[in-house]
């Protein structure tokens, strides 16, 4: 009952500080012109991967987040494009779905497939008895700060079954610094408390 306190007390602290992120770096106010653009290939991409009930506004607020829909976008890091993926992950997904072999993370149409192609394949390995809106915050956060870096905090809960709020209690506790939390934890409550609301005319959101 003890440790169950503390993991209520260590996530309402991690929201706060997400809350408080969320004010200091706050998600751009309006939908950048270009993405207007691409708003039709994002849909046809995300039906082709996951279905007519796709959660596109997910995934444009995704892209809002990693480029503000510039395909030529470099960060400080190395990632590229519309979908800032390092190179590395470039080439590891390019082995996951044939139609990505050609490696072009500056191509709109490739960076958008391989997005929705990587949280595809993320979803899947978060834990089925999370509801959709949980699953994609685990596949989020898997897609900032990596899936490995997740399951290791899972574990470091000691729960057999923990939840989704217990895991992100122990962010820090395992192989992942703790300096990169705020940002890991930010990351999905940006794109979907604060930016997927903008895009709610695209397509279904969670």
Same mark, same amino acid.
């Not at 899947?124 to 008895?129: L, M």
């Given at each position: !009952?003890?440790?169950?306190?503390?993991?209520?007390?260590?996530?309402?602290?991690?929201?706060?500080?997400?809350?408080?992120?969320?004010?200091?770096?706050?998600?751009?106010?309006?939908v950048?012109?270009? $993405?207007?653009?691409? %708003? /039709?290939?994002?849909?046809?991409?995300?039906h082709?991967?996951?279905?007519?009930?796709? =959660?596109?506004?997910?995934?444009a607020?995704?892209?809002?987040? *990693?480029?503000? +829909? %510039?395909s030529?976008?470099?960060?400080?890091?190395? /990632?590229?494009?519309?979908?800032?993926?390092?190179?590395?992950?470039? %080439? +590891?997904?390019?082995?996951?779905?044939?139609?990505?072999?050609?490696?072009?993370?500056?191509s709109?149409?490739?960076?958008?497939? $391989?997005?929705?192609?990587?949280?595809? +394949?993320?979803?899947?390995?978060?834990? $089925?008895?999370?509801?959709?809106?949980e699953? !994609?915050?685990?596949?989020?956060? /898997?897609?900032?700060?990596?899936?490995?870096?997740?399951?290791? *905090?899972?574990?470091?809960?000691?729960?057999? @079954?923990?939840?989704?709020?217990?895991?992100?209690?122990?962010?820090?506790?395992?192989? %992942?610094?703790?300096v990169?939390?705020? *940002?890991?934890?930010?990351?999905?409550?940006?794109?979907?408390?604060?930016?997927?609301? @903008?895009?709610?005319? +695209?397509? =279904?959101?969670?």
């Open positions: !009952m003890r440790q169950a306190l503390k993991d209520l007390a260590a996530a309402v602290g991690l929201v706060l500080a997400c809350a408080l992120l969320s004010f200091v770096l706050p998600a751009r106010a309006q950048p012109q270009a $993405a207007q653009q691409h %708003r /039709a290939l994002l849909v046809r991409t995300a082709a991967a996951w279905g007519l009930d796709a =959660p596109v506004a997910v995934f607020a995704q892209v809002h987040q *990693e480029s503000a +829909w %510039r030529d976008a470099v960060s400080r890091v190395g /990632a590229q494009g519309l979908a800032q993926f390092m190179p590395a992950t470039s %080439r +590891w997904i390019a082995g996951i779905d044939p139609a990505l072999a050609a490696q072009q993370p500056f709109p149409a490739w960076a958008l497939r $391989a997005l929705v192609i990587y949280d595809r +394949w993320l979803y899947d390995r978060t834990p $089925a008895r999370y509801t959709p809106r699953r !994609m915050h685990v596949a989020l956060r /898997a897609y900032n700060g990596g899936l490995g870096h997740w399951q290791a *905090e899972a574990a470091a809960t000691g729960a057999v @079954r923990p939840t989704q709020a217990q895991v992100d209690a122990a962010c820090g506790r395992a192989k %992942r610094a703790p990169h939390c705020p *940002e890991n934890l930010g990351y999905p409550h940006r794109i979907l408390v604060l930016i997927q609301p @903008r895009y709610a005319a +695209w397509g =279904p959101g969670l």
